[in-house]
């Protein structure tokens, strides 16, 4: 049984940083992904991560700023959080497809595992 846990959230000023972990147990070859979810609107991806790490995917508003990484050895993904707007504002939720399901997807359709989520808050 895959189980997430988020940390790291918390309240930023506008132009900081806030780095993100998911501390996954129970994985086997899982692609992992973040999305994040605002007061009011639907559930958005942010970014994912292949098993291998090689592939990387962003959403267009956090292309630049975020980093997203993984160290499989520690069974941890990260998501690192540069120059952070008021609209980024949100609960961060880390997701993992299904087992063997390496290919990161930008789908939340694709994701079988949810953590609990992290807020982060930034202000202006």
């Known amino acids: 049984q895959v189980q997430l846990v988020e940390s790291g959230g918390g309240l930023v000023q506008a132009g900081g940083s806030l780095r993100l972990s998911c501390a996954a147990s129970?994985?086997?070859?899982?692609?992992i992904a973040w999305f994040r979810q605002a007061p009011g609107l639907e559930r958005e991806f942010v970014s994912s991560?292949?098993?291998?790490?090689?592939?990387?995917y962003y959403a267009d508003s956090v292309n630049g700023r975020f980093t997203i990484s993984r160290d499989n050895a520690e069974n941890t993904v990260y998501l690192q959080m540069n120059r952070l707007l008021p609209e980024d504002t949100a609960i961060y939720y880390c997701?993992?497809?299904?087992?063997?399901?390496?290919?990161?997807?930008?789908?939340?359709?694709?994701?079988?595992?949810w953590g609990q989520g992290t807020q982060v808050t930034v202000s202006s």
């Open positions: 991560i292949s098993w291998s790490g090689r592939d990387t």
């Open positions: 129970g994985l086997t070859l899982n692609a």
């Open positions: 997701a993992a497809r299904g087992s063997y399901y390496s290919s990161a997807s930008t789908s939340k359709d694709e994701y079988l595992y």
